[in-house]
């Protein structure tokens, strides 16, 4: 498809505005880029967008294909130079129907060419184009490298050594890194037992098996990432901090380590940071139109605060990014301070905080005052010197965001006022808090109805559910979600806008139930609320909201 109808193209369907194609026109003079290439560039739209766009005009139905792992049996069918030359990902194949995802919507010929292999006409999707390189990559490197074997071998290759070290013992961590990659974890375990070494990745925020190794590579093993992460490979005493980028396929996935010295020695812990640009918008993250509504209402208010909280990994910093995407970020100055830089937008101005020397998060919003803001993005309220500076940024006629750890959007009120910020200043600058959670989405692969038993709703602790929902949906577990029975994720929120009414009781120090209650009374739902619905559709198990909200 020719760039320039591209760009007409999104500009119908909403996606970027006139004066977002001119910049994006003033960009491609210069750099010489495709006017996609560059409206990607500048953060207007992502690959997701073009894919989705173009899926919408062509009537062939959009698939996301992130951290979608393609049965062996296909990649066995399709080899991958024909997947290259042609242009398409395999993605399933069943009773000679063969699943295919293509970047074009003209791309025929791949079409024909899936028909011919199958035998019957293909079940065609579109896909993200810059997803598509790279899963064709992993998939085929993936089946010429097999995980379990490589490790099985170095393992017996290293049987008569007391203490290997050297090219195995490299080999054999790369093989555990490139399997955090293949399963898209989040975090990978290496723990070290009385009698071998365990590790686990942590997959959609739940941790799962992975492999276990031998007693006598432990100490190797301990010490290739040490050095790798550059720590003190004499001290195992204390525990130990360090980063490091593992290269994977023209990618580099940058690890954040920690070291724990436990009874077996120490027991490591590898953040694999994801890679930047994969951008949402606030509509692919979960919430429901009256909750879209609500958001897009909160992030176009000119000043105030606004927090969204929840755990670690529960999505905060997606849910920010998304909304700031809503916003005219032409029109408007943002300003951010993270830790660390997690996206990229390009049209926002963002710094990363530094502790090493002495960039806070507090003093990075006192620079950005000077720095003519409009919106001022804060990575978490971590503090009382961070908690006055966001009140004092908003009450001067700025737009401030940033998170909390707390475990519901009502909680977070006491959290801001523990921090001896005025209560008078929060009921005046707050005008919004969303409480955000992460569950499992059950894999659409496996997916089944069946029917509860009786007392089964009240024992998972929803008794006012029992008796009126009879029938629940689960994963019954298949190779697509590692028999996990889920795959991907998606949030559960609730918003707590701050009216008069909760505004006066923020002022008068009304404690957390009290400040519930009335929120309730306002036609607040709570994420529980949210969860139930999700379980109730499909989307979810009971099981999971269980998990993530207890
Ligand atoms: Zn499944």
Same mark, same amino acid.
């Given at each position: 498809?020719?760039?320039?109808?591209?760009?007409?193209?999104?500009?119908?369907?909403?996606?970027?505005?006139?004066?977002?194609? @001119?910049?994006?026109?003033?960009?491609?003079?210069?750099?010489?880029?495709?006017?996609?290439?560059?409206?990607?560039?500048?953060?207007?739209? &992502?690959?997701?967008?073009?894919?989705?766009?173009?899926?919408?005009?062509?009537?062939?139905?959009?698939?996301?294909?992130?951290?979608?792992?393609?049965?062996?049996?296909?990649?066995?069918?399709?080899?991958?130079?024909?997947?290259?030359?042609?242009?398409?990902?395999?993605?399933?194949?069943?009773?000679?129907?063969?699943?295919?995802?293509?970047?074009?919507?003209?791309?025929?010929?791949?079409?024909?060419?899936?028909?011919?292999?199958?035998?019957?006409?293909?079940?065609?999707?579109?896909?993200?184009?810059?997803?598509?390189?790279?899963?064709?990559?992993?998939?085929?490197?993936?089946?010429?490298?097999?995980?379990?074997?490589?490790?099985?071998?170095?393992?017996?290759?290293?049987?008569?050594?007391?203490?290997?070290?050297?090219?195995?013992?490299?080999?054999?961590?790369?093989?555990?890194?490139?399997?955090?990659?293949?399963?898209?974890?989040?975090?990978?375990?290496?723990?070290?037992?009385?009698?071998?070494?365990?590790?686990?990745?942590?997959?959609?925020?739940?941790?799962?098996?992975?492999?276990?190794?031998?007693?006598?590579?432990?100490?190797?093993?301990?010490?290739?990432?040490?050095?790798?992460?550059?720590?003190?490979?004499?001290?195992?005493?204390?525990?130990?901090?360090?980063?490091?980028?593992?290269?994977?396929?023209?990618?580099?996935?940058?690890?954040?380590?920690?070291?724990?010295?436990?009874?077996?020695?120490?027991?490591?812990?590898?953040?694999?940071?994801?890679?930047?640009?994969?951008?949402?918008?606030?509509?692919?993250?979960?919430?429901?139109?009256?909750?879209?509504?609500?958001?897009?209402?909160?992030?176009?208010?000119?000043?105030?605060?606004?927090?969204?909280?929840?755990?670690?990994?529960?999505?905060?910093?997606?849910?920010?990014?998304?909304?700031?995407?809503?916003?005219?970020?032409?029109?408007?100055?943002?300003? &951010?301070?993270?830790?660390?830089?997690?996206?990229?937008?390009?049209?926002?101005?963002?710094?990363?905080?530094?502790?090493?020397?002495?960039?806070?998060?507090?003093?990075?919003?006192?620079?950005?005052?000077?720095?003519?803001?409009?919106?001022?993005?804060?990575? @978490?309220?971590?503090?009382?010197?961070?908690?006055?500076?966001?009140?004092?940024?908003?009450?001067?006629?700025?737009?401030?965001?940033?998170?909390?750890?707390?475990?519901?959007?009502?909680?977070?009120?006491?959290?801001?006022?523990?921090?001896?910020?005025?209560?008078?200043?929060?009921?005046?600058?707050?005008?919004?808090?969303?409480?955000?959670?992460?569950?499992?989405?059950?894999?659409?692969?496996?997916?089944?109805?069946?029917?509860?038993?009786?007392? @089964?709703?009240?024992?998972?602790?929803?008794?006012?559910? @029992?008796?009126?929902?009879?029938?629940?949906?689960?994963?019954?577990?298949?190779?697509?979600?590692?028999?996990?029975?889920?795959?991907?994720?998606?949030?559960?929120?609730?918003?707590?806008?701050?009216?008069?009414?909760?505004?006066?009781?923020?002022?008068?120090?009304?404690?957390?139930?009290?400040?519930?209650?009335?929120?309730?009374?306002?036609?607040?739902?709570?994420?529980?609320?949210?969860?139930?619905?999700?379980?109730?559709?499909?989307?979810?198990?009971?099981?999971?909201?269980?998990?993530?909200?207890?």
């Amino acid at each position: 498809m020719p760039p320039i109808k591209l760009g007409e193209l999104l500009k119908q369907k909403g996606r970027i505005n006139e004066t977002q194609f @001119e910049i994006a026109l003033a960009e491609q003079a210069i750099t010489g880029e495709l006017l996609g290439e560059a409206m990607i560039t500048l953060g207007f739209v &992502s690959h997701t967008d073009i894919a989705q766009c173009l899926a919408e005009q062509s009537g062939i139905p959009f698939l996301d294909i992130s951290g979608y792992n393609i049965p062996e049996k296909v990649l066995h069918v399709v080899h991958k130079d024909m997947a290259q030359n042609m242009r398409f990902i395999p993605l399933d194949m069943s009773d000679g129907t063969l699943t295919i995802g293509i970047t074009d919507p003209d791309n025929l010929k791949a079409v024909d060419k899936a028909a011919g292999i199958g035998g019957k006409p293909p079940k065609v999707y579109l896909v993200d184009a810059d997803l598509f390189e790279e899963a064709i990559e992993k998939a085929y490197y993936f089946l010429e490298n097999p995980i379990t074997q490589g490790i099985s071998r170095l393992i017996s290759a290293m049987k008569s050594e007391a203490s290997p070290e050297g090219s195995n013992i490299s080999s054999l961590v790369d093989y555990v890194l490139q399997d955090a990659i293949r399963r898209n974890a989040s975090d990978v375990h290496i723990t070290p037992t009385q009698k071998t070494m365990h590790v686990y990745y942590r997959i959609d925020g739940v941790l799962q098996y992975g492999h276990c190794l031998p007693l006598n590579a432990r100490q190797g093993i301990i010490t290739r990432i040490k050095i790798l992460a550059k720590m003190d490979i004499a001290e195992q005493r204390v525990p130990q901090f360090g980063i490091f980028s593992f290269n994977f396929l023209k990618r580099k996935y940058n690890m954040r380590v920690s070291t724990i010295p436990t009874l077996h020695g120490e027991d490591i812990s590898l953040r694999v940071l994801i890679r930047s640009g994969f951008l949402f918008r606030i509509t692919n993250l979960g919430y429901e139109e009256d909750d879209l509504q609500k958001l897009r209402h909160l992030f176009s208010k000119p000043h105030g605060l606004i927090i969204v909280s929840g755990p670690t990994g529960g999505g905060k910093t997606t849910t920010l990014f998304a909304a700031l995407r809503e916003m005219d970020l032409i029109e408007k100055n943002v300003l &951010s301070v993270e830790d660390p830089i997690e996206y990229r937008l390009s049209m926002i101005k963002q710094t990363e905080a530094s502790s090493k020397v002495g960039y806070t998060y507090a003093m990075a919003g006192r620079c950005f005052l000077r720095h003519d803001p409009d919106v001022i993005l804060v990575g @978490e309220i971590i503090d009382e010197e961070t908690a006055k500076m966001a009140v004092s940024a908003s009450t001067t006629g700025h737009l401030v965001l940033s998170t909390l750890h707390t475990n519901d959007a009502p909680s977070s009120i006491p959290r801001l006022t523990g921090f001896a910020v005025d209560k008078n200043d929060i009921a005046t600058t707050l005008i919004g808090v969303i409480g955000q959670r992460l569950v499992r989405k059950i894999c659409n692969n496996c997916k089944e109805k069946y029917a509860l038993n009786p007392g @089964e709703l009240a024992g998972m602790g929803f008794p006012e559910l @029992e008796g009126v929902v009879k029938t629940a949906y689960r994963g019954r577990g298949c190779s697509l979600c590692n028999n996990t029975g889920y795959l991907g994720r998606t949030a559960i929120g609730e918003i707590l806008l701050v009216d008069d009414e909760i505004k006066f009781l923020i002022s008068s120090g009304a404690p957390v139930n009290i400040l519930r209650q009335k929120a309730n009374e306002r036609g607040f739902k709570t994420m529980r609320d949210n969860g139930i619905r999700k379980a109730e559709e499909g989307i979810t198990t009971f099981a999971e909201i269980l998990r993530v909200i207890g």
